[in-house]
């Protein structure tokens, strides 16, 4: 269970981070929550699939690391193997907090409860021995503060979306190289037909609201799923 608390320098003087990568940090995980900001960088790895809420009230998308629960192709051991990261994952144990105050700046929130929080003297320090940010901390401000920015635009960015038609259910079926077949459902994809009949005024629409480019990455991103077979295949092989 989460431990969520208000990261201060007083309480947090000596608080250190272990930013090792691992099943025990809580990589093993088949899918990471992305926002349309970071389409670009995750589509050089990663395929993007969008998905409903358990709610079904809203769309989320989704950098793909595996075809199951559990499973991330990308994790060998305590190496991650790929160009990028997604912010979700690089600033855990922290998430953005509400404002002190009405109109305040939001806060930097900690969860104690993360394996990540060191309890030895490895990792990294958050605060330096005078209480100042450290530049770990600075970055991890700059990533939460990106994150934030991409959450506020994706509602409208799925109302893009769905305006236009541009999201349709997506089944794909994987066959790996030992002849076994799976199929991962419950997701969506661009509709790239849809998207090829859209005319010069939907298409200047989705270019004037910055949502054109995270689109075509989208669809690009796709392309990953022929590599995500082959690691599949390769981890599946060595399993024998």
């Not at 309480?11 to 900001?37: K, N, Q, Y």
């Not at 559990?70 to 060998?76: A, M, Q």
């Not at 600075?138 to 409208?156: K, N, P």
């Not at 689109?215 to 990953?224: E, P, Q």
Request: proline residues 5%; charged residues 25%.
């Amino acid at each position: 269970m989460a431990n969520h608390v208000l990261l201060t320098s007083e309480e947090h003087r000596t608080l250190r981070i272990d930013p090792s990568r691992g099943a025990a940090f809580g990589d093993a995980v088949m899918s990471c929550l992305i926002v349309p900001s970071e389409f670009r960088r995750v589509q050089n790895d990663y395929p993007i699939l969008f998905r409903l809420t358990p709610q079904r009230d809203r769309f989320q998308a989704l950098a793909m690391f595996g075809f199951e629960p559990g499973e991330n192709l990308f994790l060998d051991g305590t190496r991650w193997d790929a160009r990028y990261r997604p912010l979700a994952l690089k600033i855990q144990p922290f998430l953005i907090g509400h404002p002190a105050t009405p109109g305040g700046d939001k806060q930097i929130h900690l969860d104690l409860d993360s394996a990540r929080v060191a309890t030895g003297g490895e990792g990294v320090r958050v605060f330096d021995d005078l209480g100042r940010p450290t530049p770990y901390l600075e970055t991890v401000a700059e990533q939460l503060g990106e994150l934030d920015l991409g959450w506020q635009a994706t509602d409208g960015f799925f109302a893009a979306l769905n305006r236009h038609e541009l999201l349709e259910p997506l089944t794909l079926e994987i066959t790996l190289d030992d002849g076994t077949t799976n199929r991962l459902v419950g997701y969506h994809g661009i509709a790239e037909e849809r998207l090829q009949q859209l005319d010069a005024t939907a298409l200047g629409e989705l270019q004037a609201e910055g949502y054109l480019m995270p689109v075509f990455m989208a669809v690009a991103s796709l392309a990953n799923v022929a590599e995500l077979i082959a690691r599949k295949s390769l981890r599946e092989a060595a399993r024998g």
